[in-house]
């Protein structure tokens, strides 16, 4: 009945689709299987994508490959470019989305996937054979056979979800949990754990009166996450509103903590540090009198709108009652309560780099069983689990992305080698070199890894080729391009800088903070003639490395710097334990996370510099 697959993706949510449409580009035969066909790519919590360093991560996908970027834009109702007031380092691309027309254009995608085929049913265990992979097992017996397994189960695995007293199975409202995969895996030695995620209740948006928000409109010149030609960017946009708790709203909640799940000890996992529950917000910060609440539409052409903010597993009267007293909300009539959700996962330090189990071959985890929470985080392990995967059958070198390429990079390493004990979420001050992680050049930056692996275009790769060449062409005329005092000075008092007393080329303008390429364009009719030639995206990307070259280029000196520990390799099997004078915590770390390279080691948690001292000794013997 199947042929045996090259690669079976368990679970299609973002990480699932990722993975299969990643593994079958690269020519794996894929299996995906789903417990509902109906729910592939569901966005289970907000309709929305990108925000602070997610932004960056789905333009790295993008960069590589993958698919988010492009279903993102093609779903998308509203842009904003988050941070243009910081450096380019903080811009944060954010979109909200249609949340039906997501995975349906998700659903197309993967159809239109050559080598995905599909299989709607739950998955209950794996074939293991002397530690090694060998294929998966269903509901109802049946056994496929498979090379490699990607396990992206999200908040599946012995899912349980939580409504004040009330508590049922269940992976997300109205399905079903998943049983069988984790006591599998803790059988076989993995080691196991709980974590919380939650959700908003939905409103029937006729309900509610906007005049009393704060009206929340998208960029006036929207962009978007895919460097490929195959989107455009928004014409039409919908609208989104801003409104606030206060005493009132507060004090009605705090009359249901009594029978919240949260306060009294049925919920075990560990929540969201950097997205909690409304009412953990107020027990948390009782000296605020108000938290921001968004409003947001599900789509295009429905009434449901998503209340972000008001997370909560409260009881559904109690939320009923609160909601109602929230300005706007006076009469709002609730599509469907909030809930809180437990759910299983596994710690990612019993992972390699490359997302593969260290305890079973061919085996690998993304997404949340991994410990992470977002969408933009479980779509990356996804694309990262899935082309190694189809790299590994197909015998070919692992791919590996740093903590300098990308963001990727930094939340895969700081998984394996910190571990996690709550929902983990990526944030740019977790890239210690995010000047050069930035969202305008993950193109730059992973476009040639991508194509190298047989995932981005060749016309992908084109086209970052000639935006570098058509880049590095500009600052060079820019460099080359002088200013005469009488030429500029009345422009340069206009906007309060210094006066020149001689020429002046446009590079070194540019680096005053004052001025960028708008404020030359007005100086002068040529240069606006000339830098009206170039596209958006290159003008920007020449501003950028002229204004922070000095800045880009320290941070590649530090990355330069540690490459040399990053290229010392250890051995799988180097044997910790049999030396004396390491510490004992470090051995314990270090034959437990078993890292690949000395750099790696040196991010383990407890590894101590004179640690690293003795294991350079023993490998140079």
Not at 99 to 112: C, G, H, T, V
Not at 115 to 128: C, P, S, Y
Not at 181 to 197: A, D, H, N, P, Y
Not at 362 to 383: H, M, P, V, W
């Amino acid at each position: 009945m199947f042929p045996i697959y090259d690669v079976i993706v368990v679970g299609a949510g973002h990480a699932g689709c990722e993975a299969a449409h990643a593994a079958a580009s690269m020519g794996s035969k894929v299996l995906l299987c789903t417990m509902n066909m109906n729910t592939i790519a569901q966005m289970s919590c907000n309709p929305a994508m990108g925000g602070v360093a997610k932004g960056q991560i789905v333009r790295e996908i993008d960069a590589l490959g993958g698919k988010s970027g492009i279903i993102s834009d093609k779903s998308m109702i509203q842009f904003r470019m988050l941070n243009r007031s910081k450096g380019p380092a903080m811009w944060s691309p954010r979109s909200q989305n249609d949340r039906m027309k997501f995975a349906e254009e998700w659903r197309l995608a993967l159809e239109n996937t050559p080598n995905v085929d599909f299989w709607q049913e739950m998955i209950t265990g794996l074939l293991v054979k002397n530690g090694e992979l060998k294929g998966v097992r269903t509901s109802i017996g049946l056994e496929i056979q498979g090379k490699s397994v990607v396990l992206t189960n999200g908040t599946f695995l012995n899912g349980l979800i939580h409504i004040g007293e009330k508590q049922f199975g269940g992976g997300r409202t109205g399905e079903a949990a998943a049983r069988g995969i984790t006591e599998q895996l803790v059988e076989l030695g993995f080691e196991s754990g709980r974590m919380k995620t939650g959700t908003p209740p939905r409103v029937d948006g006729r309900s509610l009166d906007y005049s009393k928000m704060e009206v929340q409109h998208g960029d006036e010149n929207p962009e978007k996450f895919s460097y490929s030609d195959t989107t455009t960017t928004l014409k039409d946009q919908k609208t989104c509103w801003i409104t606030y708790t206060n005493k009132e709203v507060h004090s009605s909640l705090e009359e249901g903590f009594d029978r919240s799940p949260m306060f009294n000890g049925r919920i075990q996992g560990l929540g969201p540090r950097y997205c909690p529950s409304i009412e953990d917000k107020i027990n948390r910060f009782a000296e605020r009198d108000r938290h921001q609440i968004f409003v947001e539409p599900e789509g295009w052409n429905t009434v449901e709108m998503y209340i972000n903010g008001f997370s909560t597993s409260l009881p559904e009267d109690v939320q009923f009652k609160a909601l109602r007293k929230i300005a706007g909300f006076e009469n709002a009539k609730m599509f469907r309560p909030g809930y809180a959700i437990e759910y299983d996962y596994f710690p990612p330090t019993q992972l390699k780099l490359t997302l593969e189990t260290q305890l079973i071959e061919n085996l690998y985890f993304a997404g949340q069983i991994n410990g992470t929470t977002g969408y933009e985080e479980a779509a990356s392990q996804g694309l990262v689990a899935g082309i190694n995967a189809s790299l590994k059958v197909q015998e070919r070198d692992p791919f590996l992305l740093k903590r300098s390429d990308a963001y990727i990079g930094v939340l895969i390493d700081d998984l394996i080698n910190k571990g996690t004990e709550e929902p983990y979420r990526m944030f740019t001050s977790r890239a210690e070199f995010r000047l050069l992680l930035r969202q305008d050049n993950a193109d730059l930056r992973l476009t040639q890894k991508g194509h190298n692996i047989g995932l981005a275009s060749d016309e992908r790769l084109a086209k970052m080729n000639h935006k570098r060449e058509e880049t590095a062409k500009l600052i060079n005329d820019l460099k080359q391009k002088k200013f005469s005092p009488e030429s500029i000075n009345d422009g340069l008092e206009e906007i309060g800088s210094a006066v020149i007393k001689e020429k002046i080329s446009a590079e070194k303008l540019l680096k005053r903070p004052q001025i960028g390429l708008q404020n030359l364009k007005t100086f002068n009719s040529e240069i606006e003639a000339y830098l009206s030639k170039y596209p958006t995206e290159v003008l920007e990307q020449a501003e950028i490395q002229i204004k922070y070259d000095s800045y880009i280029e320290k941070e590649q000196q530090m990355v330069e710097k540690l490459s040399n520990m990053e290229n010392f390799k250890i051995p799988l099997k180097f044997d910790y334990i049999g030396i004396p004078a390491l510490s004992a915590e470090g051995k314990q770390k270090l034959n437990k996370i078993r890292p690949e390279t000395m750099g790696q080691a040196s991010r383990i948690s407890g590894v101590t510099p004179a640690d690293l001292s003795i294991i350079t000794v023993y490998l140079g013997r």
